[in-house]
């Protein structure tokens, strides 16, 4: 049997091979993976019931889950929520920082749905605005595109980071509550997307021109409604008056969207029951009460995303049939079906490395050498994201690396690391990426400038969040 160390070596570089130069799909190329470093590593007869207890046990506490997140995405996407969140944020912020606009709705909206669904779905608004505002798409696009992107990596109920608590909960069984990874998920964001803000606001300065013009708005996909508020908007624009804030308000009211509570409620409440179950979990006069009971219950994310996917359902999408709402629901099941057995694979690759040992050696190793632990999965995370372009398989497959790692004894704070690895595989999003080529084309770049800015601020936004968990590892242990 080889070295446990050389044996991971060699089934992660064979992965990698499959998935960037092969047909094959990232989950049976997880697989082999898992199955080659056992053969390697391990007696035979151990093999296939290591991996598929690890790929079961990662299925049993994620799969639903996933499931149900997708079907509460797809309804906010669908059902025009995304859109009443626009609005409502409009009017906090005002039309003057239509940039802030599009980016904190990006930053709410990727929370439960897909960040390339969100930017088709917001992109049109960004579109209105570059037309109205004359801020270039660089700019605009730009700001959609990382607010979206930030939420995806760093807060659950996004597949990427709920399969990293999962494995992480593996591995060391209840390192990481899934109600405290949300908040500081969205604590580590908020810094990040200011840095976003600035970032993007100094490249619509550097690339002036990329406006939307009059002619490139197609108007047979607008209502006759939303045309006269457009033409409405057009002329006061030419005039050289000032755009307000209703100016926009009347363009989304000519649409039917959903009300601005009911958005908000879908997407908050499985959150706040997720923190709530937390919060009653720490207060010990509670232990034992039918109330704690109760909060515990409906603050299962199996219960908690259930019951927003049937608010979802009978008020957002209360305007469709049963036949169109099924169909949004089997839509939504395709595209969990994948995540699902994708995240169940990097189980299944965790329970090869924590089985054969080579987490214990890297551990001891690293230990020995002196490297601060925190570096370790900020590194894990950009080795596994650079050669292949999927965000969520290099999550999965890096914390399949990372948490038996600490488990086996690496000096880091479990809710660090796992900010870290979600981090760090934002970097980097270029031509291997196809949230590269929704950014760039619903922008309307070329892939010139798209690598100028958008690549480069993929670099740029983890670079700032690994600085600031740098300085936390510093005093959180």
Not at 192 to 201: D, E, G, K, N, T
Not at 277 to 304: D, S
Request: glycine share 8%.
């Amino acid at each position: 049997m080889l070295n446990p160390v050389l044996a991971m070596a060699i089934g992660i570089v064979v992965m990698l091979v499959l998935i960037i130069f092969t047909r094959l799909h990232a989950f049976p190329s997880l697989i082999i993976s898992a199955i080659l470093i056992a053969l390697l590593a391990m007696p035979v007869g151990d093999v296939i019931n290591t991996v598929t207890t690890g790929f079961g046990n990662t299925m049993k506490s994620i799969g639903i889950v996933i499931g149900f997140g997708c079907i509460m995405g797809i309804f906010l996407e669908k059902s025009g929520a995304a859109k009443r969140m626009a609005l409502t944020i409009l009017k906090l912020v005002g039309v003057k920082n239509c940039d802030v606009v599009l980016g904190l709705t990006g930053f709410v909206v990727s929370i439960p749905v897909f960040c390339d669904s969100g930017f088709v779905i917001l992109s049109s608004l960004a579109k209105e605005f570059s037309r109205l505002t004359k801020k270039s798409m660089v700019w605009l696009g730009g700001i959609l595109g990382m607010g979206l992107y930030i939420t995806h990596f760093m807060v659950p109920p996004t597949p990427g980071p709920l399969a990293v608590v999962s494995t992480f909960n593996e591995n060391i069984p209840n390192s990481i509550d899934l109600g405290m990874y949300i908040i500081y998920g969205l604590l580590i964001s908020i810094p990040l997307f200011i840095a976003a803000v600035f970032l993007f606001r100094y490249y619509g300065k550097k690339y002036p021109d990329l406006v939307v013009k009059e002619e490139e708005i197609d108007r047979s996909k607008y209502t006759e409604a939303q045309l006269k508020v457009l033409d409405r908007i057009a002329a006061k624009s030419k005039a050289g008056q000032d755009l307000e804030n209703k100016d926009f308000e009347d363009l989304l009211a000519a649409e039917k969207l959903p009300s601005a509570f009911m958005s908000f409620f879908t997407l908050l409440l499985p959150i706040f029951l997720i923190f709530a179950n937390t919060i009653v979990g720490q207060i010990k006069p509670l232990e034992g009460t039918a109330f704690r009971a109760v909060v515990q219950f409906l603050g299962n994310p199996v219960v908690a995303l259930f019951i927003s996917l049937c608010i979802g359902a009978f008020f957002l999408c209360k305007e469709f049939d049963r036949k169109t709402c099924v169909s949004l629901m089997n839509e939504a099941c395709k595209d969990a079906g994948p995540i699902v057995f994708i995240t169940a694979a990097g189980g299944a690759l965790g329970a090869v490395i924590n089985s054969i040992g080579a987490a214990k050696i890297m551990a001891d190793w690293l230990v020995a050498t002196g490297i601060p632990g925190i570096l370790i999965p900020i590194l894990v995370g950009v080795i596994m994201r650079f050669p292949q372009g999927s965000g969520t398989t290099a999550m999965i497959t890096g914390s399949a690396i990372v948490a038996p790692m600490i488990a086996a004894g690496l000096p880091v704070n479990p809710y660090l690391a796992a900010l870290a690895l979600c981090l760090t595989t934002m970097c980097p999003s270029y031509l291997n990426d196809s949230y590269f080529h929704f950014v760039t084309n619903f922008s309307g770049m070329d892939i010139k400038t798209s690598l100028k800015t958008w690549s480069i601020s993929t670099f740029i936004i983890p670079a700032v969040g690994s600085v600031i968990l740098i300085i936390l590892s510093l005093f959180i242990h």
